[in-house]
Antibody, heavy 120, light 110 residues
């Protein structure tokens, strides 16, 4: 049974750096073809893909946010960490992590999401 | 990378069929068969409904089907049920080695 759960601050100030952790179970990020991605959703708005890391440490970033994002993994802890610098109120959103299969490019299991509010 | 274009809303009566379109470019939808569809109920995480244009994951009703023609993908739901009322998002792999989602479509079951 694959599960994922996001954790991190619920409130950050403008210009601060956001660090979110995705802790997962039921799969290994050392298995060929497996990845974990991050997707966010501002309140009442659409999903936006942010970043993804594969089993072989291949990293992908949203072209529009690439300069602000860093994704890393700790295979031994079954965790993936996303950092986003220079937070702004427009970054207020629910942030999801999701299991990804390289073949098919699908996000087939999602965490429950964590709401991050950016406000002074 | 611009979001894929979906209608903001669609509606249908129970038992009817509806189709949601998802229009991209040759750099995403038209260039790859990695189009997925997700269902999202209010306050819940998205759920994968269709992958690789037309494949259904185990457990998803066969009332859901997907197709693609050129730069436009489509999700069809037949035999509409009240529980199908939700937001639907398409997604595609892109030539930038990234993913892009659509703007979402709110499905109302009348």
């Amino acid at each position: 049974q694959i599960t994922l759960k996001e954790s991190g601050p619920t409130l950050v100030k403008p210009t601060q750096t956001l660090t979110l952790t995705c802790t997962f179970s039921g799969f290994s990020l050392s298995t060929s073809g497996v990845g974990v991605g991050w997707i966010r959703q501002p309140p009442g708005k659409a999903l936006e893909w942010l970043a993804l890391i594969y089993w072989d440490d291949d990293k992908r970033y949203s072209p529009s946010l690439k300069s602000r994002l860093t994704i890393t993994k700790d295979t031994s802890k079954n965790q993936v960490v996303l950092t986003m610098t220079n937070m702004d109120p427009v970054d207020t959103a629910t942030y999801y992590c999701a299991h990804n299969l390289e073949l098919g490019g699908i996000f087939d299991y999602w965490g429950q999401g964590t709401l991050v509010t950016v406000s002074s | 990378q611009s979001a894929l274009t979906q209608p903001a809303s669609v509606s249908g009566s129970p038992g009817q069929s509806i189709t949601i379109s998802c229009t991209g470019t040759s750099s995403d939808v038209g260039g790859y068969n990695y189009v997925s569809w997700y269902q999202q109920h209010p306050g819940k995480a998205p759920k994968l409904m269709i992958y690789e244009v037309s494949n259904r994951p185990s457990g998803v009703s066969n009332r859901f089907s997907g197709s693609k023609s050129g730069n436009t993908a489509s999700l069809t739901i037949s035999g509409l049920q009240a529980e199908d009322e939700a937001d639907y998002y398409c997604s595609s792999y892109t030539s930038s080695s990234s993913w892009v989602f659509g703007g979402g479509t709110k499905l109302t079951v009348l």
